[in-house]
């Protein structure tokens, strides 16, 4: 809390009265903290308990349900699948980060922070920016995906020992992360588990997928998740670097209007969308289906975009059709 007093204390009042229409401004005050005070060894950059009482962090907690809406419509397609299990692992991850990550940011409090190692507490050197605990979920949610892209054609031992060697890597490198604080590691083994994900995902794509019109669109697809992936990391850290200035930005044009520069809340819905669109692209690679068109099995907005495409083909092979006729008549 003492961040962000010194956060709102670098704010005049000329820097509240230039409200965009059909907003309100910020309060002064926070409301009464439902859960406590703030314990979070971290802070974002969205206000705490400034919309309302209940929720310390507004944007930040809401934003987290698009973890569970995919999750949701995952589990959900593969519930008739003799392997639906295995198959709704990633879905549960996904599920898992959502869940926690809302809790943490509803309440800010320590024992909700997301560490993966309870018994050995994160010393953070720059609460204002970072937290480890918001870090390490992006890792997980990549995670989840990596291991299913990786074992979807194995056996159930080698997936399970597979997994376990992962988690222990994770482990391993969430508790050095910690306990160090360091930065540049994370940022690489995120690349790293990205480009992994995107080239055994392609491989998948050309050993599975025949049919080159097809193939282009599944290709297509799995460009927008990695672009989609890395322009959230980009977001998460744009927010981290310049947080008072987004602060004057918001508190100027009032809410609800600032609610589109809590980058943080973009954050989780790029990674969210980003870890779906793989998830959901192996589902249907390993399925019967692979190789026909991709259709309306993705959840929106992935299904929207996935459609349009193939509309747009149809109409212009369409049209295409009607111009050589035409040109025949004349």
């Known amino acids: ?6 956060k709102l204390a670098t704010l005049n009042r000329g820097d509240i009265i230039h409200k965009m229409p059909f907003s309100w401004a910020y309060r002064q ?4 903290p439902f859960w406590g005070e703030v314990t979070a060894q971290a ?7 400034i919309v309302t009482t209940y929720i310390a962090e507004f944007i930040n907690t809401l934003t987290n349900l698009i973890y569970i809406y995919y999750a949701y419509h995952g589990i959900k397609s593969n519930s008739s699948r003799p392997d639906a299990i295995l198959r709704n692992l990633p879905y549960l991850g996904i599920a898992a980060v959502g869940i926690g990550s809302g809790i943490f940011h509803a309440s800010m409090k320590n024992y909700t922070q997301w560490d993966f190692t309870p018994k050995l507490p994160c010393e953070v050197t720059n609460l204002a920016d970072h937290d480890p605990g918001d870090d390490l979920s992006m890792l997980l949610a990549t995670a989840t995906v990596l291991h ?3 074992t979807f054609d194995k056996s159930i031992s080698y997936t399970v020992i597979y997994g376990a060697i992962l988690s222990a890597a994770m482990t391993a490198f969430s508790t050095w992360h910690c306990v160090t604080d360091e930065l540049i590691m994370h940022s690489v083994l995120f690349g790293v588990m990205i480009v992994a994900v995107g080239q055994k995902t392609r491989s998948i794509i050309n050993a599975r997928v025949l049919d080159p019109v097809v193939r282009k669109d599944v290709r297509r697809l799995a460009t927008w998740g990695s672009v989609i992936f890395v322009t959230g990391f980009i977001i998460w850290n744009i927010d981290t670097a310049i947080c008072n200035q987004l602060t ?13 520069f809590e980058l943080h809340g973009w954050w989780h819905l790029f990674t969210g969308l980003g870890a779906y669109i793989f998830i959901a692209l192996v589902e249907y690679l390993t399925s019967e289906e692979a190789g026909q068109s991709l259709g309306h099995r993705f959840a929106w907005p992935v299904g929207s975009i996935v459609t349009g495409n193939t509309a747009r083909k149809a109409n212009g092979g369409t049209n295409g059709h009607a111009n050589a006729n035409a040109k025949k008549d004349l």
């Open 1 to 6: 809390m003492d961040y962000y007093k010194g």
């Open 29 to 32: 005050e926070a409301h009464t």
């Open 43 to 49: 802070n974002f950059c969205e206000e705490d308990y």
């Open 148 to 150: 299913r892209v990786f």
């Open 248 to 260: 004057t930005i918001k508190r100027t044009i009032g809410m609800p209007w600032s609610f589109l």
